[in-house]
């Protein structure tokens, strides 16, 4: 399993039980709980695409990363867990569509009822017209309840009317006419013509004023359509009104819905921003900026824990130990020590000069190595359109020939800088002195030395911090000092610290470091101003004139844009550094040629 950036990659014992997954540190340890678990319900497993043995398992925002033995086990695996899933019951087609259509009906009954509810609330105007509309219907039912009950009445009378008129016919027929005494017939008419035509007057309409009710009816309906017309003039009045908020809305979701993408998406980068994807790689996710970004951040980090490391120092007032009086002795007009303040090395400047003769497997490389820089390093590449000047502060100018090679950068850096108060001797004394390298180096995590081949040769293995998402460095080279001899009484005096990659069988290369080639020299100058009259020479006459050339491969797949801006960043940094740390440590003290 993927544990962190630092760790890496760590056995742990994984168990697949009841849908979970879960990992303990061992097998022996699973008695006292596991350190992790997941429900693999709703779990996304995913191969690798180009390491055969690992696939990563995500819920959510937490995932985790997990190699097997082999490609086989990686596929048992991974079946056994898309079993589980499926047997768990969420996996399922039909488990699928019973949720969405639940959600589907839940939503759509809220639907409905926002919908109604909201349709009521147009506006005061509109809610006036609609309580007249309720108004009209209730007297629009009354009147056709009354006007119905009228012409009930009416086909009640006319039916009674046509039973009564049957019902004298058929008497008229029973009836015969009576003979008079003049032969004529005589017909009771009067009888006949009440019965044929009686006077309807059917009940219950006698009190209802059918004109009046007409007319009333009439003025209903019209005041019904005139507040429907009503009704639709103020809802097209308003039809602007609501498409302007409507395309208020549209924008806004928009516009939320966009916040809500981004914010998923650097969640997601969030939550694997320290997955082994993500980190320095053929096969790296993140891209050029966020690389850089990343860099840049976490050198931002420790500038600022640097930074109150040394205001806490400082806060303290750490003593500073000096050497004791034995160690100085006067020579013609000033004084100066013969003994360097380094623990690991006794010898004086001259035993420095002689131990250049001592033999050792690498003396010839160092050799080679010091004449080399000596004969090229010391040139000046001002004028030289292969060189660039990327940084000049002051005295300080830090110059770059852009060199690469199968896409690794591999380009030269080459500065200059002018200390005042110190000798080429003692910048070179600090700089190669292992006693006190922490006091300056700030980007060192640890370090030894692997073997010692003289008083004046060391061969050193260190490990660099970890910048993320870069691959951590490491260096195994060897680092010598030396005085360069005057070939006049003009030439200033010179002092080197050359340090170069080498190889060594106590120090092999490991999978958790990727490792740097180096080839760094520190060239020193220190150049005297007489003092006026019989004075002793003093700090202020003496000007220490410094060159450093670094050529570092620093293998690895890092962007070339990233390795130059960091460079530019950190050299002129370290340069600084050192020289004031220098300067710091020398002031008060005799001075050391």
Known sequence: QWTNYIHGWQDRWVVLKSNTLSYYKSEDETEYGCRGSICLSKAVITPHDFDECRFDISVNDSVWYLRAQDSDHRQQWVDAIEQHKTESGYGSESSLRRHGSMVSLVSGASGYSATSTSSFKKGHSLREKLAEMETFRDILCRQVDTLQKYFDACADAVSKDELQRDKVVEDDEDDFPTVRSDGDFLHNSNSSKEKLFPHVTPKGINGIDFKGEAITFKATTA???????????????????????????????????????????????????????????????????????????????????????????????WPVSLPSGDAYSAVGTHRFVQKPYSRSSSMS?????????????????????????????????????????????????????????????????????????????????????????????????????????????????????????????????????????????????????????????????????????????????????????????????????????????????????????????????????????????????????
């Open 223 to 317: 005041g019904i359509l005139a507040t429907l017309s009503h009704c639709i003039e103020l809802m097209v009045k308003r039809e602007e009104s609501w498409q302007k908020r409507l395309d208020k809305e549209i924008e806004k979701r928009r516009r939320i819905e966009e916040a809500y993408k981004n914010a998923v998406t650097e969640l997601k980068k969030k939550s694997h921003f320290g997955g082994p994807d993500y980190e320095e790689g053929p096969n790296s996710l993140i891209n050029e900026e966020e690389f850089f970004d990343a860099v840049e951040a976490a050198l931002d980090r420790q500038d600022k824990m640097e930074e109150q490391s040394q205001s806490e120092k400082v806060r303290l007032h």
């Open 349 to 593: 400047s001259i035993d420095l000069v002689s131990a250049s003769d001592d033999v050792h497997r690498f003396s010839a490389q160092v050799e080679e190595m010091v004449q080399n820089h000596m004969t090229y390093s010391l040139q000046d590449v001002g004028g030289d359109a292969n060189w660039q000047l990327v940084v000049e502060e002051g005295e300080m100018k830090v110059y770059r020939r852009e060199v690469e090679e199968n896409g690794i950068v591999l380009d030269p850096l080459k500065a200059t800088h002018a200390v005042k108060g110190v000798t080429g001797h003692e910048v070179c004394h600090y700089f190669w002195n292992v006693d006190v390298r922490n006091d300056w180096e700030t980007t060192i995590e640890n370090f030894h030395v692997v073997e010692t081949l003289a008083d004046n040769a060391i061969i050193i293995y260190q490990t660099h911090k970890r910048v993320w998402p870069a691959s951590q460095r490491d260096v195994l080279y060897l680092s010598a000092i030396r005085k360069i001899p005057a070939f006049s009484e003009n030439d200033p005096e010179t002092w080197i610290v050359c340090n170069f990659s080498v190889e060594h069988d106590s120090a092999p290369l490991n999978n958790r470091c990727v490792r740097a080639k180096i080839n760094v020299a520190m060239i020193c100058q220190t150049l005297v101003s007489p003092p006026e009259g019989n004075k002793e020479i003093s700090r202020d006459n003496i000007l220490c004139k410094i060159t450093y050339v670094a050529n570092v491969n620093p293998g690895g797949w890092a962007p070339a844009s990233v390795l130059r801006a960091v460079a530019k960043r950190e050299y002129p940094k370290f340069l600084k550094r050192f020289t004031s740390y220098v300067q710091e440590k020398t002031a008060g003290k005799p001075i050391l040629f």
